[in-house]
């Protein structure tokens, strides 16, 4: 493999994996966030950091949830450039 496409090939890997990585902090606090907007809505109280907890709380428990899995990926996206790049340095 040449080192322009192992380039473009990790690129775009690792926006990829960037992507996947955030999801699920990204996903848990925007489903947090409607459902106390809804709750605001709902309730007229409209006090700013009412938000902030519940979000932080929720986000903490899904790095906590998911980050054995995201470890995973990453190691293993790390192991894949090293052995390629010992691969294009012969």
Known sequence: MRMQEFVMQISAEAIYLT??????????????????ALFSATTQIQEAT???????????????????????LMINFAMKCFNE??????
Do not use: Q
């Not at 992507?19 to 106390?36: K, Q």
């Not at 009412?50 to 995973?72: C, D, E, N, Q, R």
């Open 19 to 36: 992507i996947l990585v955030s999801m699920p902090a990204i996903a848990t606090s925007l489903i947090i966030g409607v459902i106390v």
């Open 85 to 90: 790049i010992s691969t294009i340095a012969r």
């Open 50 to 72: 009412l938000s902030f907890a519940p979000k932080m709380i929720a986000v903490y428990v899904a790095i906590l949830a998911t980050g054995s899995w995201v470890g995973s």
